[in-house]
């Protein structure tokens, strides 16, 4: 697995906020992320933002993100991403979280996201979704 573009958006609350990356499957089998960790907190939910039929977009925890075999996934605004729950320390601009993404294959990998300016991403904010019940 090779993780490419990771970053975390400065948190628009101090204690919860993003994490946005890139996982390119190398792999010719399908894998999964199933776990992941951050430096910033203990909770890490992997999330996804699907659109209800009304077209409103409600986040809800998932408890895999697929990855296919000689493909990637992207972890996006609006789509699949991690949810840093439960900061204990303020994140600001500059700062370096370190993300440890666990998949079902056994692999592991740790990258370094630093936290950028909400806009940094391409206008990647996470607001839209509802955050609510995340837990």
Known sequence: MRIEGAWIPEPATPDMSTAYLKI???DERDD???AA??????DTDLCS????????????VVPEIPVPGGGSTELKSGGFHLMVNDIADPLTVGD???VTLTFDSGTEVAVEA???ERTAGG???DTGGDHTGHH
């Open 123 to 125: 206008g990647a904010d």
């Open 24 to 26: 390119n499957n190398g």
């Open 32 to 34: 999964a992320l199933i």
């Open 37 to 42: 960790e951050t430096s910033a907190s203990d």
């Open 96 to 98: 370096r979280v370190t």
């Open 114 to 116: 630093p936290v950028l």
């Open 49 to 60: 933002t699907p659109k209800t039929d009304s077209g409103a977009a409600r986040m809800r």
